[in-house]
Structures are given as structure tokens and as C-alpha cells.
């Protein structure tokens, strides 16, 4: 298996542009995570989705911020508009089952100047 | 209602020694927990898991856990340190259900010196 893919490995956009950070989960996996990483606040779960429904979204910092999974293979999570503070690694990540091990993808690096 | 502490953001050890990595978990339920290591600019990679089987667990590149449940304890350990070993290292507790969601400790960062 391929694992978890990202797209794209890195992004870099100017304040204001809206940003889609794409993720594929392992097939056959039916929960997906999106996380945030940064120095000042480490790892942060955003959302995760249980058979492509969102589960939770607590943390997803605002309304700037929006997560999709239009099927089990897909999924996308949106900045718009996008702000400096923004700027950290996104990992995506997808386990057989919510509370189960993870995989993790090789994250995306967004910067916004 | 479940939590995680990693009782040391910062571990330095020689090459060679014994690696002590400590964490404590808070579970209303019997839990599964998790060791995941993070290399610099890399993802997360599962070491090794605990699910209600051995209490010894034994993880990728020579890691282990001991899962004490009267002590609420999860520690990593390893033998001998190796200088691939520097990186950051996470605990987790979940519950093993389908609406369980995974705690993520603040993470301890392992350097080795040569």
C-alpha cells in the first residue's frame, strides 16, 4: 500500500488566498484525521471523520477553516481567507477505526506571507 | 473522559545508555495507548501499541512499553541509544471503539550525544 498520500508537500501563498490541502487515505480505512503542527502549539487535532462523516470539529480554529470528505478515498481541507498565523505543517492521517493506531501522511508545509 | 501527560518535554542520553521515556494516562475505560516517533520534517510513525493483551509490548527498532495499569503508566524504554533515535517521541491513549477519539501527549523530545 502506498499509505497516506498528501498533496501538495508544500504550499506557499500570500494572506487573503483561499488553500486546499488534499489528503488520500489507506484504502479500507474508515476514519480520517486532520491535524496541525506548529512550534508554539504542537500537535492539534482539527477534525476526524468516521466513515466520511464529520465526528468532530472542535478543533478547527474558525470559520476560515472548513474540512470535506466526499468519499471514503478523499478528502480536502480549505483556508479561506488564508492568514500568516496559518502557517504550520498539516498532516492527514487515517486508521481502520477511530481510537485504533494511525497512519500518518508526510504532511504539508503552508506558509502564508 | 481520557488524558495524557508526558512527564519530560526533554530527554538527552549518551549513545549507548538506556532510554527512559514516561507517560502517564487518565482513562475511564480500559484504553489502548500508543508510542508514535517524529523524525525532523517528517510524519508521525507508530513504534508500538498496547490493546489488552501483553503488558509487555514490543515496538520497531528495539522500543518496548510496559503497560502498569495500577500505576496508570506507559513507559518507553530502550536498552541502548542510538543516534538515529533523536527525534520526537508522542504517547496516546484511546478508547478501542468505533466514536473513540485518540489523546495525544505534548510529545518528549529525545537527543542522543555522541
Known amino acids: 500500500d502506498a499509505g497516506v498520500i498528501q498533496s501538495p508537500r508544500h504550499e506557499v501563498t500570500e494572506m487573503g488566498q483561499e488553500v486546499t490541502l488534499r489528503c488520500k487515505p489507506i484504502?479500507?480505512?474508515?476514519?480520517l484525521f486532520w491535524y496541525r503542527q506548529t512550534m508554539m502549539r504542537g500537535l492539534e487535532l482539527l477534525i476526524y471523520?468516521?466513515?466520511?462523516?464529520?465526528?468532530?470539529d472542535s478543533g478547527m480554529p474558525e470559520d476560515r477553516f472548513s474540512a470535506k470528505m466526499p468519499n471514503a478515498s478523499f478528502s480536502t481541507l480549505k483556508i479561506q481567507p488564508s492568514e500568516p498565523r496559518d502557517s504550520a505543517v498539516y498532516f492527514c492521517?487515517?486508521?481502520?477505526?477511530?481510537?485504533?493506531?494511525?497512519?500518518f501522511g508526510p504532511g504539508t508545509r503552508l506558509t502564508v506571507t | 473522559a481520557q488524558s495524557v501527560t508526558q512527564l519530560d518535554s526533554h530527554v538527552s542520553v549518551s549513545e549507548g545508555t538506556p532510554v527512559l521515556l514516561r507517560c502517564n494516562y487518565s482513562?475511564?475505560?480500559?484504553?489502548?495507548l500508543f508510542w508514535y516517533v517524529q523524525h525532523p520534517n517528517k510524519g508521525l510513525q507508530l513504534l508500538l501499541k498496547?490493546?489488552?493483551?501483553?503488558?509487555l509490548v514490543k515496538g520497531i527498532n528495539g522500543f518496548e512499553a510496559e503497560f502498569k495499569k495500577s500505576e496508570t503508566s506507559f513507559h518507553l524504554t530502550k536498552p541502548s541509544a542510538h543516534m538515529s533515535d533523536a527525534a520526537e517521541y508522542f504517547c496516546?491513549?484511546?478508547?478501542?471503539?468505533?466514536?473513540?477519539?485518540?489523546?495525544f501527549g505534548d510529545g518528549t523530545t529525545l537527543t542522543v550525544k555522541p
Open positions: 471523520f468516521n466513515n466520511n462523516v464529520p465526528i468532530d
Open positions: 482513562s475511564s475505560y480500559s484504553p489502548s
Open positions: 484504502s479500507g480505512h474508515n476514519s
Open positions: 496516546v491513549v484511546s478508547l478501542n471503539t468505533n466514536a473513540g477519539k485518540s489523546t
Open positions: 492521517a487515517s486508521s481502520l477505526v477511530a481510537g485504533y493506531e494511525q497512519y
Open positions: 498496547y490493546t489488552s493483551a501483553a503488558t
